[in-house]
């Protein structure tokens, strides 16, 4: 299985950033898929996961209402929509993906996921 994220990259303070994360070797509308992110000398911290069909969907508070996440399918590829960027956003981000039989389920800790992407970096300026 292998995951690889791309789309980061250095943008001001209101800006928009789209990040997306090609798998392989899986079968994708079988997994959960979520976004990570850590910032240096913190804890790797939970962004907004997606469910298998795309149906459900979780944020973190602490970007409800600017980031988006979905999936497609077809293209096994999991996009992460972060927009109004503020300095407190840069970070690794990181996808990641767990196989699970219920359609529904989001997965919120990094504990929950066993197939990580190697990450991209977002650096926002103010």
């Known amino acids: 299985v292998q995951l690889q994220a791309s789309g980061g990259g250095l943008v001001q303070a209101g800006g928009s950033l789209r990040l997306s994360c090609a798998a392989s070797g899986l079968t994708f509308s079988r997994y959960v898929l979520g976004w990570f992110r850590q910032a240096p000398g913190k804890e790797r911290e939970f962004v907004a996961a997606i469910s298998r069909g795309g149906s459900s969907t979780d944020y973190a508070e602490s970007v409800k209402g600017r980031f988006t996440i979905s999936r497609d399918n077809d293209k096994k590829t999991v996009y992460l929509q972060m927009n109004s960027l503020e300095p407190e956003d840069t970070a690794v981000y990181y996808c990641?993906?767990?196989?699970?039989?219920?359609?529904?389920?989001?997965?919120?800790?990094?504990?929950?996921?066993?197939?990580w992407g190697q990450g991209t970096q977002v650096t926002v300026s103010s």
């Open positions: 990641a993906a767990r196989g699970n039989q219920v359609m529904r389920i989001v997965l919120t800790t990094p504990d929950d996921y066993n197939y």
